[in-house]
């Protein structure tokens, strides 16, 4: 009777263990399917900070207009990205991170800022960048804002020298339709000195308000910003590795450290002084 009974058990697992090896070969499981593919290693930044950027390349605006590279240069710090406007997945998420945290800042294009956005594709066109140009500006929520607002589209030569003046990487890559139509990239915003140097690199795609105005400001020699913000960029480092500003404990400690000082001083003085005799 046992052995009748577990006959159908036996048969069950016998029909069902095929179909798990075929999923295993698949699908791996475990530390195997967290592995990146071997083409992302080339897809990374190198920080190349104080770098000089090909100033003298030559791009065409959404409009179609042949234009400099360093047309956009000379005034106020540059806010760069480099995307493609074909893109549906990381390079729409990196617009709408920059979009939203250029108004948190207090800054304002064309006072304080440019924007350049590149594309890294060579067969996006300017009415790409335009489409995607009106959709960054609608973002801003500043129409005022447009005219400082630059999207790019160039040749691959073009192309290259400005992502290796950065140190961006990207790879192409095959779509869902199998067609080699798509880049694999880092997601960064990047900003640049007046003069047309690499200053600062903020990596994900969503950026602290904050760290973008610091950023801005160191890039402009401080030109730009208030007495406050001087004291906040003194209280911060830029982290290059993490690529975001973190509180300086040290510094905070010593400013700590001075202003205890002070306090025991004047405490000892008012202490020290004789107290005034009354007139008998």
Known sequence: MLQSHLLPMLLALCTAMP???????????GSSAQQAPAYLK???????LNSALPLSDHFLDESGKDVAFGQFFGQRPVVMALVYFKCGMLCPQVLHGL????????????HEY??????????????????????????????????????????QAAITDVAQATGFHYVRV??????????????????????????KYL???????????LAMIQASNRHIGTLSDMVLLYCCNYSPSQGRYTVAVLRILGIAGLGSMIAMAGMFYLLSRKPKQSAA
């Open 203 to 213: 990596s994900g795609i969503e950026y602290q308000p904050r760290d973008l105005r």
């Open 99 to 110: 979009a939203s945290a250029l108004p948190k800042t207090g800054f304002h294009a064309g």
């Open 42 to 48: 080339n897809a990374g930044i190198d920080q190349r």
């Open 174 to 199: 095959p779509g869902p339709d199998g067609k080699m139509n798509q880049f694999a990239h880092s997601s960064v915003i990047m900003i640049a000195t007046p003069d047309g140097r690499m200053s």
């Open 114 to 155: 440019e924007v350049v956005v590149t594309s890294i594709d060579p067969t996006d066109t300017p009415a790409d960048a335009m489409e995607a140009r009106n959709h960054f500006v609608m973002m801003l929520g500043n129409d005022a804002a447009a005219s400082h607002v630059h999207f790019l589209t160039g040749q």
């Open 19 to 29: 179909v798990l090896a075929q999923y295993s070969a698949d699908k791996p499981l």
